[in-house]
């Protein structure tokens, strides 16, 4: 009834060269696990396409309908497409960002790495990728932990972005929903932060969808060229 194969997975966590990325097909179904054990696979799956038709051992069984994007946290294989991706955004969305387009480029690589570094420790500092059914990278959201003891409770959502040719298809909302129920069940966080910019874009428009309030306006926070942009501060109870 099941046919299944293991994909060979490099992740410096799950103490093997494999990960239990296993991909089945059955009557009527597909399935697969984004995530190997060590990142709570099981969790994440939940969130791919709605209710599970059924979950055995972190194997989420969905409808043919769903789309084969699949969503992990990055791991160090992925280094040069996340660069890739980040100069992308940077270039097509100026003022959604703090950083810039020429200052990311001509940072040094090696600096790109430490900060890299950073972000693979989940689930208090990571970087979640939706890929395309080619493996292609075609999304990401940043989060990460306060670890100060007093401000642990507290985590931030940052450097969303998606691909234009693969917007409108709910990734974005995917993205982020998943780093909140990460953050809530395996970080323990118990609020998550965002900063958007400028006031009523798509983006503050998408985040309020969400859940997310508005508590504060930093004025002039950016200044692109001779003009300035606001950002909106807000914030989510999970």
Known sequence: MYRGRIVPCRNQDSGSEFCKKVFFQAKGYKSFVVTPLSYKGETLAR????????NIFG?????ESCS?????PLEEHDFMAFVELRKEAFLNEPESFGSDYATYT???LIDKEHFFEKVLNYPFSFVLGAFAED???????GFTCHTATKRRHKGILWGMYVKPAFRLQGIA???AEIIMLSAKEDAQCEQILITVSPPGSVAHQFY?????IQYGVEYRALKLDDEYVDEVLMMRVL
């Open 106 to 108: 001509a940072t040094p």
């Open 47 to 54: 969130s791919i396409c709605g209710s599970p038709i059924f």
């Open 68 to 72: 084969m994007i699949y969503y992990r």
């Open 59 to 63: 194997v989420l069984l969905v409808d």
């Open 173 to 175: 909302r995917k993205l």
């Open 208 to 212: 309020d969808r969400l859940g997310f």
């Open 135 to 141: 493996n292609t990278m075609i999304g990401i959201a």
